[in-house]
């Protein structure tokens, strides 16, 4: 069974900086194929996903956030690290890490999605 | 635009069909995937690929595509489908990705 737990402060202040850590059993971040993401959602709003780091160490960000942006791995552990600097109070959501599973067909065509998820851990930016 | 847009709300009576929408021109080079979330409650799963349904997922959840518009169609909807869904899809190098805005679905 795979699943995933996000752990990190509840509480911010605008300018510092944010770590988020995600937690996860059930498969290893050293086999190959494997991707982990970060996705966050202010209160109300729609998702937004945030950065991915994938078993070789490939990593990948949302434009819009890329210079506030790093995500790492710590294969032993079992964990995937999102640091986010200068955080703003629109920074206010729920910040979740999910698993994406995918495949290519015999076409090449692709097919991914983000399953499982963890529970989500608020994260507030107030001074 | 890698933008997915969604009708924000849609209601359905008890037991009736009802079919949420996304559209955006990623589609056209991607199948969405639907995920269904209950207040204070993460996102679930409940449509991926073609139209495939994870395990414990009912099959009254369905999936289609066409153009530029992904479908998720509830047939008999059940009091607990009242929930937001939201959809998601890929930018051209399949590396970046992108939600929907979201539609909450009330069953009356």
């Known amino acids: 069974q795979v699943t995933l737990k996000e752990s990190g402060p509840a509480l911010v202040k605008p300018t510092q900086t944010l770590t988020l850590t995600c937690t996860f059993s059930?498969?290893?971040?050293?086999?190959?194929?494997?991707?982990v993401s970060w996705i966050r959602q202010p209160p109300g709003k729609a998702l937004e996903w945030l950065a991915r780091?994938?078993?070789?160490?490939?990593?990948f960000y949302s434009t819009s956030l890329k210079t506030r942006l790093t995500i790492s791995k710590d294969t032993s552990k079992n964990q995937v690290v999102l640091t986010m600097t200068n955080m703003d109070r629109v920074d206010t959501a729920t910040y979740y890490c999910?698993?994406?599973?995918?495949?290519?067909?015999?076409?090449?065509?692709?097919?991914?999605?983000?399953?499982?998820w963890g529970q989500g851990t608020l994260v507030t930016v107030s001074s | 635009s890698s933008a997915l847009t969604q009708d924000p709300a849609v209601s359905v009576a008890l037991g009736q069909t009802v079919r949420i929408t996304c559209q955006g021109d990623s589609l056209r080079s991607y199948y969405a995937s639907w995920y269904q979330q209950k207040p204070g409650q993460a996102p679930v799963l409940v449509i991926y690929g073609k139209n495939n349904r994870p395990s414990g997922i009912p099959d009254r959840f369905s999936g289609s595509s066409s153009g530029n518009t992904a479908s998720l169609t509830i047939t008999g909807a059940q009091a607990e489908d009242e929930a937001d869904y939201y959809c998601d899809s890929r930018d051209s190098s399949a590396n970046h990705y992108v939600f929907g805005t979201g539609t909450k679905v009330t069953v009356l």
């Open positions: 059930g498969f290893s971040l050293s086999t190959s194929g494997m991707r």
């Open positions: 780091i994938d078993w070789d160490d490939d990593k």
């Open positions: 999910a698993r994406e599973a995918y495949y290519y067909d015999s076409s090449g065509y692709y097919y991914g999605w983000f399953d499982p």
